[in-house]
């Protein structure tokens, strides 16, 4: 885990007008950013079976998701709490003539369903997308890396904000033959703070040499605004 502090200090009311103190302050900005490893993956499954008859491609569909919940369990380690398997949809599917000439002909019935994965070790990944093919579930609509939980790198982010505004007004005020007097107000509004990966997931999931799959990190950030008094020398 690596942070990284970015600091903006301010002499202009437009972010606190109405709302400054009259004698001399400074308005500081800190800004910083904390950055972690992911450690789970949420990958993003369909599947689809298209059969004659309804039933038929309902159970044809139950039975490798069923399967699939079996194999993962087996040979990856995953519990029935890491598999979402949403609602199965079935409904007619046709074809349609060019030209739009002719009435569409039913050509079966398609049952359909998402299945949503939660991998907690990253370096099987390549061998869940391994077993997710390989029992024709078709398509993996999406991968995400997302922390567990982030609440110590937001209170970590927090705090680098907090003595990011306070050492640059510090500075800023010592440069000017000033000090800093009390707290004026603290700008602070608490930010969303879910982690965000910086390239989109067809990026992150490059093939690396071992044969597993490369990620980027994930980003945390906050931000304060502050406003200090300034206990100016009087110069004779």
């Known amino acids: 885990m690596r942070a990284i502090i970015i600091s903006l200090c301010l002499f202009s009311s437009s972010l606190f007008a109405g709302q400054l103190p009259d004698g001399p302050h400074v308005i500081t900005t800190g800004f910083a950013e904390v950055k972690a490893s992911p450690d789970m993956a949420i990958i993003e499954v369909s599947a689809e079976v298209i059969h004659s008859d309804g039933l038929q491609a309902k159970q044809e569909l139950d039975k490798r998701v069923e399967q699939f919940i079996g194999l993962a369990a087996k040979q990856l380690g995953l519990s029935e709490q890491q598999i979402v398997a949403q609602t199965l949809y079935t409904h007619p599917e046709y074809q349609y003539p060019e030209q739009g000439k002719g009435k569409p002909v039913l050509v079966g ?53 907090i003595e990011s505004a306070k050492e640059k007004a510090a500075m800023l005020a010592k440069s000017f033959d000033a000090t800093l007097g009390p707290i004026y107000q603290i700008n602070y509004q608490q ?45 004779k």
């Not at 077993?131 to 398509?139: C, N, P, W, Y």
């Not at 997931?201 to 990620?215: I, K, N, Q, T, V």
């Open 109 to 161: 019935y398609k049952a359909s369903r998402n299945l949503t994965v939660s991998l907690t070790e990253l370096d099987k990944l390549s061998q869940l997308l391994d077993l997710i093919l390989s029992q024709e579930l078709q398509q993996v609509n999406n991968i995400r890396f997302v922390m567990q939980d982030n609440t110590a790198l937001a209170m970590q982010a927090r705090q680098l904000a």
């Open 191 to 235: 930010r969303n703070n879910v982690p965000v990966v910086r390239a989109k997931s067809a990026m992150l999931m490059e093939s690396a040499p071992s044969g597993g799959y490369l990620h980027d990190e994930l980003t945390v950030r906050d931000e304060i605004q502050v406003v200090f008094t300034l206990n100016v020398k009087n110069k």
